[in-house]
């Protein structure tokens, strides 16, 4: 077997077995191992574990099956898989609601300027009824 020192005294140092060199133990980053894929299915599952920990995995029940067929077609489309599709279709209706919920708050945040500028309601001129009348009689 061969050995490397750690640069130390030679009576000091515990020599230690260069990886891949050692024929009898099949040693997981010798160049045979890479070659027969146990490295990348280390990888591999290292990527697994990995990413399972962050992304969540949700399971649909009770879909219609017009639904199903519907979303089947728009992925073939598309030229992607039932789950892209999926995942798709739920990252846009989370973003659609994200965007009401912002559209909400900016909403109330610009009654409570106008209850803030005007506190006694609309001012001179600004009334709705003036607004409209004012828009019907210039057609």
Request: hydrophobic fraction near 35%.
């Amino acid at each position: 077997m061969a050995t490397v020192s750690s640069g130390a005294a030679a009576g000091a140092a515990r020599p230690r077995p260069v990886l891949g060199v050692n024929r009898r133990r099949f040693e997981p980053s010798s160049p045979d191992a890479v070659r027969a894929g146990h490295l990348a299915r280390a990888i591999d599952l290292w990527y697994q574990i990995d990413t399972m920990r962050r992304v969540p995995n949700v399971h649909l029940r009770d879909v219609p099956p017009d639904a199903l067929e519907t979303l089947r077609e728009a992925a073939s489309r598309r030229g992607r898989s039932l789950n892209a599709e999926l995942v798709d279709a739920l990252v846009q209706r989370a973003e659609r609601e994200q965007q009401a919920e912002e559209l909400v708050k900016r909403l109330a945040e610009g009654r409570r300027r106008w209850k803030r500028w005007f506190p006694e309601g609309f001012p001179p001129g600004l009334e709705p009824e003036t607004i409209i009348r004012h828009d019907r009689d210039s057609r």
